[in-house]
């Protein structure tokens, strides 16, 4: 019925054409969740307020926004490298779970001399990360196994088993609740004074302009949009797309691993049951909304950030559930998802 | 043999919400529109079913409700995939996120209210509950018992009818199917609010019938279990059926070993399911081309490309 009117794919859609379709998607995306946050009962007017002045304009408000941004950018760049090759890596909180088992061990197991003890934390963690994805890379590359499924349930085992430490040996002993003792001063990013912010964000920092030069600026990076865009062409030229597969796949699990060890070291201070949660659906937002892109992931984590925030006062002042977080998200990612139709097609009559 | 007894009594509850999802699910596929949003149809689904009974709704009209939700979201799947041709993996998980999202939101008045839910055999018919058979069919309820006529329609529909044909040439050759005078668009949007619809029904079924309770996350990965399931069943409803109760006897098996006090790792038993999902997944790769996926799976149909 819809193919009456022709539709023709785009050769090369402007610049400008683009960026209209991507920012009227964001708005018509915010406006509805502002709409929908108004409806469950938050006043119009502070909508300004709790989402822009205290997320960023005043000092408390922006150091929190910070903090909170630190782990959505390590999770979006885990999401970006993996789409930079068509990989979907829907196991990020899987990776991201066990990246915090990792370093919890460390810490609570007093491993190593005190000075290498929080470097020793962000290694094991990554090559955690890295580990869980491995078995899906494995299986798609030998057999061709969908890997938005096997990811997914790798990272639903992976909260079992998360589970099954903190309900049995890692029981906090002097409440008996399902968390871990907290961490001693050795096993934590040091505080830098501002509000939350810890030191992570310098870690975070330097990940994000290696991922910047590896990506726009090496060999690396051209292989991977090669595969991206046309993974036969790219066998064709002989290119190394094996390689180049496992290589930003096992990265994006070590960053997912990486992300969880900078909570728990940074904020949390301790494992529990909530610390990983919801940053699935993050990573893939933070990385569609940047197109992959290094920066831009720096950019819309931050914005993200600020969501957070918010939804963390929204939950204390009107009593809204922190699911509103997962619906902005989705709405504003449906919403861009759907503009972009205007830019890559265009209409013309039958002839 | 009272352990076994509980055990096979409950399976059929477990089945029956991975049923319904798969089969949507499977209709969805069959026309070639990949549906990752499961997961947050069924939570809409249950939210809704839970609220019409707190407002004193009848259970029976609680299952219609979800079902009429879940598909209202799935419209707006369709919207973006079909009519937007968006890409489906995306457009599925920005499913499952406005779905858990928004029952998180407005959910909240309705969360650990405990509710009456379906009647079950024995109480419709006062089976007498003293004999071993009527142990295990006085707790079914009637939606359980009519899944198999549901999956032999289903599957007589899909293989005998030219329309059910029609559903599948759409899925595996849109362009054929196109030149043969099939309307796409109508047809996959037809099949994308039939998958809302049995998601719905399914996550209504979990509040209203099984849980008689509604709580933020009760449905726990089980459309992500559906899908796979799919998978399992090689797009056939009728090994749908087989599928889906060997994962729901796998998934009641930990709440009946707690029921009996025995001592043994619960979260560990708990990736029982998964595992097995995973080895099914592998196993099915492996058949390659005889997997029964349908060959447009996922991708963007549009008359002028070449296809």
Redesign the interface.
């Known amino acids: ?3 009456a009117a ?4 785009r050769q090369a859609p402007g610049l400008l054409l683009s960026g209209a379709c991507y920012a009227g998607g964001l708005f018509v995306g915010l406006a509805v969740s502002a709409f ?1 946050l108004v409806q ?1 009962g938050v006043p119009a007017g502070a909508l300004v307020d709790e989402f822009l002045v205290a997320t960023f304009l005043t000092s408390d408000g922006l150091s929190q926004t910070l903090t909170a941004a630190l782990p959505l950018v390590l999770v979006g760049l885990a999401s970006a490298v993996a789409m930079r090759v068509r990989f ?1 890596n ?1 196991g990020i909180e899987g990776q991201l779970w066990l990246g915090a088992v990792a370093a919890t061990w460390v810490a609570l197991g007093g491993i190593g001399p005190e000075p290498l003890r929080l470097p020793l934390m962000l290694v094991l963690g990554a090559v955690v990360g890295a580990a869980w994805i491995a078995l899906p890379l494995w ?1 798609k590359l030998k ?4 890997e ?3 990811t ?3 990272g ?2 992976a909260f ?2 998360v ?2 430490l903190l ?2 040996v890692w029981r906090d002993p002097a409440t008996n609740f399902p968390v871990t003792a907290a961490f001693p001063e050795a096993s934590r990013f040091a505080a830098t004074g501002w509000g939350q912010l810890h030191y992570g964000f310098l870690l975070v920092g330097a990940v994000t302009a290696a991922l910047w030069y590896l990506l726009d600026y090496t060999r690396v990076g051209f292989y991977a949009d090669a595969v991206g865009h046309n993974i036969k062409t790219a066998r064709a030229a002989g290119l190394p797309v094996g390689a180049t597969i496992t290589g930003l796949v096992l990265l994006s699990g070590a960053l997912s691993g990486l992300a969880g060890v900078t909570i728990i070291a940074g904020t949390e201070h301790r494992l529990s049951q909530v610390v990983g949660n919801g940053y699935l ?1 993050s990573a ?2 933070v990385a ?1 909304l940047a197109r992959a892109k290094p920066v831009w992931v720096l950019v819309v984590a931050l914005a993200l950030g600020a969501v957070f925030t918010a939804g963390n006062v929204l939950k204390v002042f009107y ?13 504003v ?2 919403s861009i ?2 503009a ?2 205007f830019s ?2 265009a209409l013309s009559r039958p002839s | 043999m009272d352990f076994l007894i509980g055990w096979l009594a409950i399976i059929p509850s477990y089945a029956t919400p991975l049923l319904l999802a798969s089969l949507g699910l499977i209709i969805c596929e069959r026309a070639g529109v990949l549906n ?1 949003g499961a997961e ?1 149809l069924m939570a809409v689904g249950a939210m809704t079913g839970a609220i019409i009974v707190l407002s004193g709704g009848n259970p029976w009209a609680a299952l219609g409700g979800g079902a009429v939700a879940a598909a209202a979201l799935a419209l ?1 799947f369709g ?2 995939t079909v ?5 489906h ?3 599925g ?16 008045p309705y969360v650990q209210k405990t509710f009456p839910g379906i009647e079950t055999l024995g109480d419709l018919f006062g089976i007498d509950r003293g004999t071993v058979f009527g142990r295990i069919v006085a707790v079914q309820d009637p939606v359980t018992i009519a899944l198999p006529l549901v999956v032999f329609a289903l599957w007589w529909w899909l293989q005998k009818t030219r329309s059910g044909l029609r559903l599948t040439a759409v899925g595996e050759n849109p362009a054929a199917a ?1 030149v043969a005078g099939i ?4 047809t996959q949007l037809a099949a994308v609010l039939a998958s809302g619809v049995l998601c719905g029904l399914a996550g209504a079924y979990l509040s209203v019938a099984t849980s008689h309770v509604w709580v ?1 996350g009760m449905v726990a ?1 089980r459309g ?1 279990v559906a ?2 399931l799919v ?1 399992f069943a090689r797009w056939n409803p009728a090994r749908a059926l087989l599928g889906a109760l060997l994962f729901g006897a796998a998934d009641a098996l930990v709440p009946r070993l707690q029921a009996i006090g025995a001592d043994f ?4 038993t ?2 029982a399911p ?2 097995l ?2 080895g099914v ?2 196993l099915s ?2 058949r ?1 081309k005889t997997s029964g996926e349908p060959g447009f799976l996922g991708r963007v149909y ?4 070449k296809h």
């Open positions: 019925m819809f193919d022709f539709l023709v794919r929908l469950a979907w829907i299986l057999w061709g196994v969908n938005v499924i096997s997914l349930l790798l639903s085992i079992l088993l589970q099954h309900f049995g659906f893939i937002v569609y009593s809204i559930s922190e699911g509103m977080i997962v619906l902005v998200q989705g709405t990612l449906i998802l759907m972009q139709f890559t097609y | 990752l947050g707006l919207l973006a009519v937007k041709r968006a890409d993996t995306l457009s998980l920005a499913i499952v996120a406005i779905g858990l999202g928004m029952t998180g939101v407005l959910g909240r196109d309307d796409i668009q109508l933020e990965a992500w899908i796979a998978i790792p619960v979260y560990l708990m990736t998964y595992i999902t995973l997944l592998v790769s492996l390659g549009l008359r002028q490309d």
